[in-house]
């Protein structure tokens, strides 16, 4: 009986792979398990299949096994950006749901592939990782477990804030030099013969000792360099954990268009195939679960998968004003959105393509809380647009940057919010500047905005204070 299953779901995915060919997706070899539930929550809640331990994975785990336990809710798949690329379908699902499943990873891997901001990530990570959890474990075996998982805790406290990897993150030029910071010619006991001809000597221009020389974003990657009390075993730590981040960013900045663009291929490949009237059914039912409005966020499967319909079709069959106003011919639906999915992430997705028509047609609103009740606040479709490209901006994390290193000439760390209309959550702040006063080892501060004025919180060691 389960050699027979397997050979049912080979047959669907050498289908189903011959027809994502045809409609031109082009991903990575993809190799496919069957995997129990305990094993693919294990994975979810690490977010790779090879990871180092940590109490808030288990958290996850459990969270989320909760959750399928009780039928609240399902994975039922999941896929690793790698090359080759490596996918996971639970163990219980039935051939449909398998078939639905097999055509979604195909589309996300054509997407890793070919979405430029995924370009910088590393293809062999799930390598990578197992390396990383090796070493981790031969620091708890030499410094001690709790040690290195205090340790840890602070460097998850801060793990989003790295600077973007990709095309558009900024780098530092490896020889880059300006009117502070390049170096100066040494003096010698010969200076005098540069003034035989009466000019006076110049004095050396001061060097400008601000550290950083510009505001960094990437925390992780400052403290790791420039801290005084780490060590080098909790620097190589830091790095590991900076570089996972940097792997997972991209995804992170692509939801909803990967989700959608999935969406819109598995639906397109699953009904070019020979189903049966039952199955037909039990695809359209799946299919609708997929795309099911959410009551508290938006459903990226549902918001993607409508955008790129929306764009195939104006680019397919334009209006006679997108015509005329756009110069757009006609006849290049399929091509406009394989060029929105090499070029696109959340933000700019949204940004360029979502329309009024899109925004009424799938009810869309902001709200807010307002006393005691939620209520909503905006309908018109621009503010709508603007507020959920604005809660896309770094992730949705606050922006905080390196202001200075050597704050007071004491060497403590002086950090600012680069506040756009949201407060940070005090609560949590002042949680976790602790954590940073362990990586730093000396007095931490934080200025933002609270009630519209500027507040600098800061830990010394001992307590949070503000001013």
């Not at 990871?51 to 609240?72: E, I, P, S, V």
Request: aromatic residues 14%; negative net charge.
């Amino acid at each position: 009986m389960v050699e027979q299953e397997f050979k049912t779901i080979a047959q669907a995915i050498e289908t189903i792979h011959d027809q994502a060919r045809k409609f031109g997706l082009d991903f990575f070899p993809v190799y496919f398990e069957l995997c129990p539930a305990d094993v693919l929550y294990a994975f979810g809640a690490y977010g790779m299949p090879t990871r180092f331990a940590h109490w808030t994975f288990g958290k996850h785990f459990y969270k989320m096994k909760l959750q399928y336990d009780f039928n609240l809710s399902r994975i039922y798949e999941l896929v690793i950006n790698s090359n080759p690329c490596y996918a996971f379908l639970l163990e219980g699902n039935d051939l449909i749901q398998n078939k639905l499943v097999i055509a979604h990873v195909f589309a996300h891997s054509d997407f890793f592939k070919n979405n430029i901001y995924f370009t910088a990530t590393s293809r062999q990570m799930v390598e990578t990782m197992a390396v990383h959890a090796a070493k981790i474990r031969e620091y708890e075996f030499k410094y001690g477990h709790r040690e290195v998982e205090i340790f840890l805790d602070a460097v998850l406290a801060i793990q989003e804030h790295i600077e973007p990897p990709g095309p558009f993150g900024y780098k530092e030029e490896e020889n880059e030099e300006n009117e502070d910071t390049r170096p100066h010619r040494r003096e010698t006991p010969y200076d005098d013969l540069w003034i035989l001809d009466g000019r006076p000597k110049e004095p050396p221009p001061e060097r400008n000792r601000k550290i950083p020389p510009r505001p960094t974003k990437d925390m992780v990657g400052f403290i790791m360099a420039n801290s005084p009390e780490l060590e080098d075993w909790q620097r190589e730590v830091m790095a590991m954990i900076r570089e996972e981040m940097q792997y997972f960013w991209p995804q992170m900045e692509t939801k909803i268009i990967n989700e959608g663009w999935a969406a819109y291929w598995h639906a397109r490949i699953i009904r070019e195939l020979d189903l049966t009237p039952a199955e037909t059914v039990d695809f359209a039912r799946l299919h609708a679960s997929v795309l099911q409005p959410g009551y508290r966020q938006i459903n990226p499967y549902l918001v993607g998968s409508k955008i790129f319909e929306d764009i195939e079709k104006r680019w397919e069959n334009p209006s006679q004003e997108e015509r005329e106003r756009y110069g757009r011919t006609g006849g290049e639906g399929r091509s406009k959105i394989f060029e929105v999915r090499s070029c696109e992430n959340d933000i700019s997705f949204l940004r360029n393509y979502l329309t009024r028509e899109l925004v009424e047609e799938l009810d869309l609103y902001l709200y807010q809380k307002v006393g005691s009740e939620w209520v909503v606040v905006e309908k018109d479709w621009e503010k709508v647009r603007d507020g959920l490209v604005s809660r896309l901006i770094n992730c949705g994390y606050p922006y905080i940057v390196v202001e200075d290193a050597d704050y007071q000439r004491r060497g403590e760390l002086y950090l600012k919010h680069r506040y756009e209309g949201l407060e940070l959550d005090v609560s949590y702040l002042e949680k976790t500047l602790p954590h940073v006063y362990l990586l730093w080892g000396r007095p931490v501060h934080l200025e933002t905005i609270i009630d519209g004025k500027t507040t600098v919180f800061s830990y010394d060691g001992k307590k949070n204070c503000r001013r």
